[in-house]
């Protein structure tokens, strides 16, 4: 479940990126503390590196589009020739 999230973080939803990230980060600390079965720790490492980088990405393309926005209405406030 967590690297599906993940994977639906990475490429369409914020929301399950984050939910993979904080959900594995979870996951890994109770298998170093041997409360859960080691044995998927390499799917869960896996899931919390795509819900990080899915996380990641949304980051940088939402500050582009604010950069993108701003410059737009920079340059409709700005009329050259007037």
Request: hydrophobic share 55%; proline share 4%; glycine share 14%.
């Amino acid at each position: 479940m967590l690297l599906v999230f993940a994977m639906l973080g990475l490429v369409m939803c914020f929301p399950f990126g984050v939910a993979a990230w904080v959900m594995a980060s979870g996951d890994l600390r109770k298998m170093r503390r041997g409360w859960m079965d080691p044995g998927g720790e390499g799917m869960t490492r896996a899931a919390r590196k795509c819900g990080i980088a899915g996380t990641l990405l949304f980051l940088l393309l939402a500050v582009a589009g604010c950069v993108l926005a701003w410059a737009i209405r920079e340059q409709r406030l700005t009329i050259p020739g007037e």
